[in-house]
């Protein structure tokens, strides 16, 4: 029988957790800016973790971000095997996380369409359906 909390879901929020205070504390290269990290997806063998991370500033500075946080993986995975208490300290993956700026793109698309449709006169009812003449017998 599974069990219902496994350890990798337990232990994402605390990588996540750390791998704030690390990236915030001990990175000082300006092209990683002010980055979120949003979600932390550990492989069950606890030895994989993908990182989502996110940015206020457009994609090509988020994408430079990642790579940015890449090249230094090997020195926040040594920082967080000092802090954390496990046997082995997973390989980090960064990526992307472009779910949030799809959500404002879409917000930013279905406000502009109620303004659109707010600006424009009422033409009556719009009918969907059959028409309402009689139909054609043969």
Same mark, same amino acid.
């Given at each position: 029988?599974p *069990? ?41 063998? +606890? ?21 940015? +946080? ?6 926040? *995975?040594?920082? +967080? ?11 980090? *993956? ?10 404002? *793109?879409?917000?930013?698309l ?29």
């Open positions: 029988m *069990r219902e909390y496994p350890r990798a879901a337990r232990l994402a929020p605390q990588l996540q957790r750390e791998l704030t205070e690390l990236i915030r504390d001990e990175l000082t290269d300006p092209r990683i800016g002010q980055v979120t990290v949003t979600h932390v997806d550990c492989s069950p063998d +606890l030895r994989n973790a993908k990182i989502s991370i996110s940015s206020f500033g457009d994609d090509a500075q988020l994408r430079v971000a990642v790579k940015v +946080l890449e090249g230094a993986a090997m020195r926040l *995975r040594r920082s +967080l095997g000092s802090r954390l208490k496990m046997r082995y300290t997973p390989q980090l *993956r960064f990526v992307a996380d472009m779910a949030l700026r799809e959500g404002d *793109r879409i917000s930013v279905i406000r502009a369409a109620t303004a659109r449709d707010k600006a424009q006169p009422a033409q009556g009812p719009v009918t969907v359906g059959p028409s309402d003449e009689p139909a054609k017998k043969d």
